[in-house]
């Protein structure tokens, strides 16, 4: 996990270009899948075919989103200095001063106006200095459409405790791998889709088209969630190294609650640590996957991190490695059970 954490960290890819994170993921995910495939929005698929006869499989759809958040260029000065438009949530103020990379490697300091005060630092008030003596050595180095992002980085704390970015959702994308792994070692019955989306940070808009094109029976997301464990924190049962955080709630959806109760009793059953999460603001691809179509039974296993969406997120391994064993655990508990359904419906079925 730390190994691709490391590769995936390494990455730049804000919403919308996220290919150098495609082409990495793809080079991970193929030997482990049957097939893999591009769609047309740009998301990374691959299907890793269950065990039971064609026909009673079903499609369970496991989804983390590639892209961060970022800035494109919108305008050069005849000084060199480059202008940028926020795409997704940036906290400017948390973003001043930092080192960002351009997508051909240029590096460059996101900086505000000269005497702008903290509480007015937002995207109007601050640029990009590359170090450019003028807008003509500027425009060597980058153009107008140009995407950047705060440099990747990755550093171990005490334990198995990390802090870098862009955790959100490196980290996810790296427990779907994690799963598929782990299903080489114990297959589960059904059908299984990794679906890797873009435009997350924008609208939850990859992860709609791809469970569109799927028609998943269950989706589950895997996204970092906010904590209550940090100094100020807003109260939230969530806490780094606190096992797999099962989401009830956010913002934007509610998860089917049969399902968040299936994955407890799972846990439960298997010894492995877990804790519940309802995310009072934000949310995830989960919303989106439970609107499309006919409508999906959705569930989500988060990671609990500290300074979402800041230069700097912390994370412990450990929960990343929680939600891949729950997975897996549970996709080889609905083999035991028969397959199809959830316990609930086999009893009923058994009445």
């Not at 919403?15 to 193929?30: H, N, P, Q, R, T």
């Not at 260029?73 to 480059?82: C, L, P, Y």
């Not at 427990?175 to 890797?196: H, K, M, N, S, W």
């Amino acid at each position: 996990m730390l190994n691709m954490m490391k590769t995936l960290t390494a990455c730049r890819g804000i919403s919308g270009y996220e290919k150098g994170v495609s082409d990495k993921l793809l080079m991970m995910i193929s030997p482990l899948t049957d097939r893999t495939w591009v769609d047309p929005m740009g998301s990374l698929l691959a299907l890793k075919k269950g065990t039971a006869p064609e026909g009673e499989r079903r499609k369970i759809m496991l989804c983390a989103h590639m892209d961060e958040i970022g800035f494109l260029v919108t305008f050069i000065d005849d000084n060199g200095f480059v202008r940028v438009t926020p795409i997704g949530g940036i906290n400017f103020i948390a973003a001043s001063y930092a080192t960002v990379t351009f997508g051909n490697g240029t590096k460059g300091v996101l900086v505000p106006e000269t005497g702008t005060a903290p509480a007015d630092i937002k995207a109007d008030k601050v640029y990009v200095d590359i170090g450019a003596k003028d807008k003509k050595e500027a425009e060597r180095k980058v153009k107008v459409g140009d995407f950047c992002a705060l440099e990747g980085s990755l550093t171990r704390l005490c334990g198995r405790r990390v802090a870098g970015r862009p955790m959100d959702d490196r980290i996810g994308c790296a427990v779907l791998v994690r799963i598929a792994q782990l299903l080489g070692e114990t297959p589960c019955r059904d059908d299984v889709y990794f679906v890797f989306s873009v435009q997350e940070e924008v609208g939850l808009r990859g992860a709609r088209t791809a469970a569109f094109g799927i028609s998943p029976d269950i989706g589950l997301v895997y996204d970092v969630t906010g904590t209550g464990d940090s100094i100020g924190a807003k109260p939230m049962a969530c806490s780094v190294g606190g096992g797999a955080a099962i989401k009830l709630k956010d913002s934007s959806v509610i998860c089917d609650r049969a399902l968040a109760e299936e994955l407890a009793g799972v846990a439960k059953e298997k010894g492995m640590k877990y804790q519940f999460e309802i995310l009072a603001a934000g949310g995830t691809d989960t919303a989106s996957i439970q609107m499309s179509g006919a409508g999906v039974r959705v569930g989500a296993l988060s990671i609990p991190t500290r300074y979402i969406h800041s230069g700097t997120e912390v994370l412990d391994l450990n929960d990343a490695e929680a939600c891949a064993a729950l997975t897996v655990a549970w996709l080889t508990r609905e083999e035991k059970s028969g397959g199809n359904g959830t316990d609930a419906e086999a009893g009923a079925e058994a009445e």
